[in-house]
């Protein structure tokens, strides 16, 4: 995708606005919901022309491999259909149909009046946000200007392509351009005349961003967030660690750990039936079975070099120091048709007897850590909880539920069954905010 101008940013804006006004005066919610669900479904299709063009052409920019991208979109697309779209609506704005008419909301008639003009701002390679992103905006029959990632310019413009072929009338209200960020003339114009903004990207980036939005536009900002998951005794069975070290590993593996939701460290409580190191070794043999059926994507050369120093030197500390172990891929292997099946860092479980959080370099890089209980973790991340997105535990019963409200009242925003960490539901609040309430503005009738 070329660098826009800024006549073609402004064009956009004009474009995107005229098609959403034709969109407003006729167009219900439902069937907005209608369409959207249609275009979900139509990509969960392993044979459907524009999932394959995806596939093929996000390679190079994301860095996943074939198989990933496709567990990507099932888990994107799968997400949004037309039950999840009507309770995200319902759920936030109490009525799917205030965006049509003035409807009771307890004893006052209300209708939400949506902005005329949404500027998103996307970035990293997970396609979700961008297209969770899109919906939102065509959910409330907004224009929508979207600059797409340097790293996935492919699935937004897929998407609304894939929309037109359902209904181009509602596609016309979506523009995807990509410009360099630091291209401060090029984002000033697509923010200039933006009612609401919903950006993306590392704190710094967020920051600069809701300098430049327009004053009374409303700014929705999701920056940079970590995760992590806790496993109590009582689920450390020989029943269950199978089936919890794979539900484990397809957290830890998913989107090649890139996401805020990819889990950096699973906590192990001890004295259950068997003990952390235990369930270590099972997540690597998860892991390794993972890694056959969703091979992980191409590093590039800084982050190749970054996971083979932060492997080696635990590898070289756990030959002399029984606090600690690894286990990894084994080393490169090529078949007899000279297909690499194992590059030697495809993915690492570490072992680790010290307590404290240690951010992963990513990449299936994953910490196992056992723990004396749950204060003992609250105790660890109380400097940083603010920036936890989501904690993933196992099981969830009412030990956990107490947990989950102590991480609450530290600012902690999800707290769900390990294996669940990567399948938010779409009315999650994302970052512990409405995904669209805080976008509309309301009048009352009387």
Partial sequence: MMSATIEQIKEAVSRTCEARERVRQHRTTDSVITALAQTAKNWLDPNNPWRKKAIEQAMAPTGFSEAMLGEAIDLTFGAINYESLGELLDRELG???????????????????APRLITHVLAGSIPVPGIVSICIGLLMRSANVVKVSS???????????????????????????????????????????????????????????????PAGAKFLGYGHKISFAVIAKEAMTAENIPQLAQAAAFDASVYDQQGCLSPHVFYVEERGQFGPRKFAAALAEAMAAYQARVPRGQLTVEEAAELTRFRSGYEFRASSDKRLGVWGSPARQVDSDGQVNSTGNDWTVIYDD????????????IFVKPTDGYKRILDC???????????????????????????????????CPIG??????????HDGRPNLADLVSWTDLG
Wanted: proline content about 6%.
């Fill in 95 to 113: 009525n799917r149909r205030v965006l049509d008419e003035f409807c009771l909301r307890g004893r006052v008639q209300s209708r939400a009046t």
């Fill in 151 to 213: 790293r996935d310019p492919v699935f937004p413009a897929l998407f609304v392509e894939s929309l037109r072929e359902v209904d181009a009338e509602l596609a016309d209200c979506v523009a995807t351009l990509d410009w360099p960020r630091g291209e401060l003339a090029l984002t000033q114009t697509a923010l200039g005349d933006a009612d609401a903004v919903i950006a993306y990207g590392d704190d710094h980036s967020i920051s600069a961003l809701r300098q430049l939005a």
């Fill in 354 to 365: 010290s307590p404290s959080f240690i951010p992963s370099c990513l990449n299936r890089i």
């Fill in 381 to 415: 991340i109380q400097k940083f909880a603010s920036s936890v997105s989501t904690v993933g535990v196992a099981p969830m019963n009412e030990r956990a539920i107490a947990f989950a409200a102590e991480l609450a009242r530290m600012g902690v925003h999800r707290v």
């Fill in 420 to 429: 669940q960490m990567q399948r938010p539901p779409l009315s999650w609040h």
